[in-house]
């Protein structure tokens, strides 16, 4: 097995912070880059944060910091959800610096220097620092065999009743990355929210370990609210089940559809319009995420958060 080359662009938040555990942790990902955009809380929390997570994984992968604000309106974050620090109050020892540069830029730099369609992007956040790359040099679309985005939902969303978070804060971003070019999987609160984790994936995930990573991903999950979106039964790892694709695709069940996103001031901005029966011919071509074995993704997200340092 080839390790497939991966950039992930985030917004830790608590469970961008688990993703990027199950990222760097996982063989079947070389993961060459990590960028991060403002979303759960602002860049000057979200940067730091993920200096914090890779380090504390042991690994030296470089991480950049992006836009700390969408191509058109104003930024909102999710501190209500994620805490004013993003980590649910958890503190990490800080990481190294950032490596110099713009996010943007050095996803194209890396797009730039790879064959044609290896690269894996994965975005856990709002779409900006993608949109920008991709939208600045369209050819770069050429050079990515996926893009994996955890963003929209199929039905009511969780930031307005009309859209899903990541999508409700950068539309356009998000337009642009689905019509790049490039083949995307879209992992929608739909399939997310069936990887929720309960009291018990806690006590799983403590049973596991003492490293250092497991022992902070337990108290993430420890102090965030449950969801009411979950009738109050626990808390979705969003952003896990969109490096779970990457990993271990035979969990999901998925479909092909047409996707797009409402750009438009009212209502329904940031609602996707997924499209499985084709009704309207339009949109960008997309494989959605149906359903999830949660137990397995479960065992899987324990075992590898518990071979990290
Ligand atoms: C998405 O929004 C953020 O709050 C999470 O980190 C996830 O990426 C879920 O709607
Ligand atoms: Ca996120």
Same mark, same amino acid.
């Given at each position: 097995?080839t390790p497939r080359p991966?950039?992930?662009?985030c917004d830790? @938040?608590?469970d961008? +912070?688990?993703?990027l555990? &199950? *990222? !760097? =942790?996982?063989?079947e990902?070389?993961?060459?880059l /990590?960028?991060?955009?403002?979303?759960?809380v602002?860049?000057?929390?979200?940067?730091?944060?993920a200096?914090?997570?890779?380090a504390?994984?042991g690994?030296?992968?470089?991480?950049?910091?992006?836009?700390?604000r969408?191509?058109l309106?104003r930024?909102?974050?999710?501190a209500?959800?994620?805490?004013?620090?993003?980590?649910?109050?958890?503190?990490?020892?800080?990481?190294?610096?950032?490596a110099?540069g713009?996010?943007a830029?050095?996803?194209?730099d890396?797009?730039?220097?790879?064959?044609?369609?290896?690269?894996?992007l994965i @975005?856990?956040?709002p +779409?900006?620092?993608l949109? &920008? *790359? !991709? =939208?600045?040099?369209?050819?770069?679309a050429g050079? /990515?065999?996926?893009?994996?985005?955890?963003?929209?939902?199929v039905?009511e969303?969780n930031a307005?009743?009309?859209?899903?978070?990541?999508?409700?804060?950068?539309?356009?971003?998000?337009?642009?990355?689905l019509?790049?070019?490039?083949?995307?999987?879209?992992?929608?609160?739909?399939?997310?929210?069936q990887a929720?984790?309960?009291?018990?994936?806690?006590?799983?995930?403590r049973e596991?370990?003492?490293?250092?990573?497991?022992?902070?991903a337990?108290?993430?999950?420890?102090?965030?609210?449950p969801?009411?979106?979950?009738?109050g039964?626990?808390?979705e790892?969003?952003d896990?089940?969109?490096?779970?694709?990457?990993v271990a695709?035979?969990?999901?069940?998925?479909v092909s559809?047409?996707?797009?996103v409402?750009?438009g001031?009212?209502i329904?901005?940031?609602?996707?319009?997924?499209d499985?029966w084709?009704r309207?011919g339009?949109g960008?071509?997309?494989v959605?995420l149906?359903?999830?074995?949660?137990?397995?993704?479960?065992?899987?997200?324990?075992?590898?958060l518990?071979?990290?340092?």
């Amino acid at each position: 097995m080839t390790p497939r080359p991966t950039v992930i662009d985030c917004d830790p @938040g608590t469970d961008d +912070a688990i993703a990027l555990w &199950l *990222a !760097l =942790a996982s063989p079947e990902l070389d993961v060459r880059l /990590v960028t991060a955009v403002g979303g759960n809380v602002g860049l000057e929390h979200t940067l730091p944060n993920a200096r914090a997570i890779v380090a504390l994984a042991g690994k030296q992968v470089p991480v950049v910091g992006g836009a700390d604000r969408p191509l058109l309106g104003r930024f909102e974050d999710a501190a209500h959800v994620h805490g004013d620090n993003g980590l649910a109050g958890v503190v990490l020892p800080e990481g190294p610096p950032a490596a110099p540069g713009l996010a943007a830029d050095a996803i194209r730099d890396l797009l730039r220097a790879a064959a044609p369609r290896s690269v894996t992007l994965i @975005g856990l956040g709002p +779409a900006t620092n993608l949109g &920008l *790359a !991709l =939208a600045t040099e369209p050819a770069l679309a050429g050079r /990515v065999a996926e893009i994996v985005l955890m963003t929209g939902a199929v039905g009511e969303g969780n930031a307005t009743p009309s859209a899903e978070f990541n999508a409700w804060n950068d539309p356009e971003a998000l337009a642009i990355v689905l019509g790049a070019g490039a083949p995307v999987t879209l992992a929608t609160l739909e399939v997310t929210g069936q990887a929720l984790c309960t009291p018990a994936h806690i006590a799983a995930l403590r049973e596991a370990g003492q490293g250092a990573c497991l022992t902070a991903a337990a108290r993430i999950w420890e102090r965030v609210k449950p969801s009411r979106r979950s009738g109050g039964r626990g808390h979705e790892q969003h952003d896990a089940c969109a490096v779970a694709w990457a990993v271990a695709p035979h969990l999901f069940r998925q479909v092909s559809v047409l996707a797009e996103v409402d750009c438009g001031p009212g209502i329904g901005r940031g609602r996707t319009a997924i499209d499985r029966w084709r009704r309207g011919g339009r949109g960008a071509e997309a494989v959605l995420l149906e359903t999830l074995e949660a137990e397995a993704f479960f065992a899987l997200l324990i075992a590898r958060l518990a071979a990290l340092p």
